[in-house]
């Protein structure tokens, strides 16, 4: 069965850095896009970042773009989101999700999500 399974999050101060992983399993990983999303209390669900297959392509949030990186690593099977200069705003539950087959930098979301991990910035 698909699973993913979030990890990395955690209590950090204004800002801080935090890498989260997202490990899969179930799949063949390399062959689909993946993406980071998260929920903040009373806000909606809002995509983060998106990567392709290959990790060649990747796009962003543009509140972001500057401080989060994506990455993954296929012999693996974990996808990353490396996290810099934590804003309260950051605050939310970030979720891995799995993409579309074969698919570029701006994939569809599919059913496929993790329970997620908990990043809370607070002073």
């Known amino acids: 069965q698909v699973q993913l399974v979030e990890s990395g999050g955690g209590l950090v101060q204004p800002g801080g850095s935090l890498r989260l992983a997202c490990v899969a399993s179930g799949f063949t990983f390399s062959n689909y896009a993946m993406s980071w999303y998260r929920q903040a209390p009373g806000k909606e669900r809002e995509l983060v970042a998106r990567?392709?297959?290959?990790?060649?392509?990747?796009n962003y949030a543009d509140s972001l773009k500057g401080r989060f990186t994506i990455s993954r690593d296929n012999a693996k099977n974990i996808m990353y989101l490396q996290m810099n200069n934590l804003k309260l705003d950051d605050t939310a539950v970030y979720y891995c999700?799995?993409?579309?087959?074969?698919?570029?930098?701006?994939?569809?979301?599919?059913?496929?999500w993790g329970q997620g991990t908990q990043v809370t910035v607070s002073s």
């Open positions: 999700n799995r993409g579309q087959l074969l698919s570029g930098s701006d994939t569809q979301s599919s059913g496929f």
């Open positions: 990567i392709s297959w290959q990790g060649r392509s990747t």
